[in-house]
């Protein structure tokens, strides 16, 4: 998986607290996309962004999840007030177009809500 | 939601011997690609697909995209052992507008495990 760079790999917060996970893609990569995934589950879509804009947002929690990919910087999967059923791994996928470009994945961030 | 069905849900073979897989979906989709998850780690592309009926080889791996368009099967010869982990079909359903977007959907998986 390397070119997609996602930190941190595991992150611990206790219920309430605000999660911040981040999505470096490859070089040359201008899509980006978040997925989750549940133990023994395939992943499930949640947002696909381009620089400084959301394309689809279909697949996330309208409260307190967010997703932003700034014109400079990495982008950034937020989590506000998680709660235990939060805890999944977070995958983000990168591609240079849209429409047929391959997703090549990072390595994912383990979140973990005790 | 458009959803994919993959099959079987595990596999237990021996090295050396053949897989095959595959996943279906009652709806078309635009593109199939064929991910391999080890533990601790996120899918890594094996093959991608783009027209109906294509076939397509990676090494000891084969794909193909159903003239359909509602289903896919991933062959692995002569297994071995660093063959064993989770292959995840994932396909580009049509937009609204008849293209494809970014949003893939994936199947459940096939654990795949090899004894030497």
């Known amino acids: 998986n390397a070119g997609v760079m996602q930190n941190p790999r595991h992150l611990v917060r206790r219920r309430g607290q605000e999660a911040r996970l981040r999505c470096s893609p490859m070089?040359?990569?201008?899509?980006v996309y978040w997925y989750r995934q549940l133990p023994e589950e395939g992943l499930k879509f949640m947002v696909y962004l381009q620089k400084e804009n959301i394309i689809d947002e279909s697949g996330m929690p309208k409260e307190r999840f967010s997703a932003e990919f700034p014109k400079e910087g990495p982008s950034i999967l937020r989590i506000q007030q998680v709660v235990r059923g939060d805890s999944a791994a977070y995958f983000c996928a990168s591609s240079p177009s849209g429409i047929k470009g391959p997703q090549h994945f990072g390595d994912g961030t383990r979140l973990s809500i005790l | 939601g458009q959803q994919l069905n993959q099959s079987p849900q595990s596999m237990f073979i021996q090295e050396g011997e053949d897989v095959s897989m595959n996943c279906t979906s009652s709806?078309?989709?635009?593109?199939w690609l064929w991910y391999k998850q080890e533990p601790g780690e996120g899918p890594v592309l094996l093959i991608a697909?783009?027209?109906?009926?294509e076939l397509t080889s990676n090494g000891r791996l084969t794909a193909q995209f159903g003239i359909t368009r509602k289903d896919s099967f991933l062959n692995i010869s002569a297994s071995i052992p660093s063959d064993v982990g989770i292959y995840f079909c994932?396909?580009?359903?049509?937009?609204?507008?008849?293209?494809?977007?970014?949003?893939?959907?994936f199947g459940q998986g096939t654990i795949l495990t090899v004894h030497p």
């Open positions: 070089k040359g990569h201008s899509h």
């Open positions: 709806s078309i989709f635009n593109t």
């Open positions: 697909l783009y027209k109906a009926g």
């Open positions: 994932a396909g580009h359903p049509p937009s609204a507008g008849g293209t494809s977007y970014g949003k893939l959907t």
